[in-house]
């Protein structure tokens, strides 16, 4: 009944910039976290950045200095800026949210995926 639906992904060229949007909806009590990951070709999925609901954030050390990571509670939104985009970023991101349906505990919810393609 919930679900995560990613934007903003393509190609781009080194150095430019992008911005991933994800949002969740459906029967949603309440988020904890909110995050992204990113799974590249012939590797594992990896954590890029993830924020709490009090706003602290959290980043890979691949990113850092170039990717910000935001959420607006009110739209259950999660934003990633992806800035100074290198080659080595290429690969399907994904979002993730830890949240609270109609159960009792919170579960770990994910998107379909959004590919980014960082060439030349």
């Known amino acids: 009944q919930v679900q995560l639906v990613e934007s903003g992904g393509g190609l781009v060229q080194p150095g430019g910039s992008l911005r991933l949007s994800c949002a969740a909806s459906?029967?949603?009590?309440?988020?904890?976290?909110m995050g992204w990951y990113r799974r590249a070709p012939g590797k594992q999925r990896v954590l890029v950045a993830d924020?709490?609901?009090?706003?602290?954030?959290n980043y890979a050390d691949a990113v850092k200095g170039r990717f910000t990571i935001s959420r607006d509670n009110a739209k259950n939104t999660v934003y990633l800026q992806m800035n100074n985009l290198k080659p080595e970023d290429t690969a399907v991101y994904y979002c993730?949210?830890?949240?609270?349906?109609?159960?009792?505990?919170?579960?770990?919810?994910w998107g379909q995926g959004t590919p980014v393609t960082v060439s030349s």
């Open positions: 993730s949210a830890g949240l609270r349906s109609t159960g009792r505990n919170y579960n770990n919810y």
């Open positions: 459906g029967s949603i009590f309440s988020i904890n976290f």
């Open positions: 924020i709490t609901n009090g706003g602290k954030t």
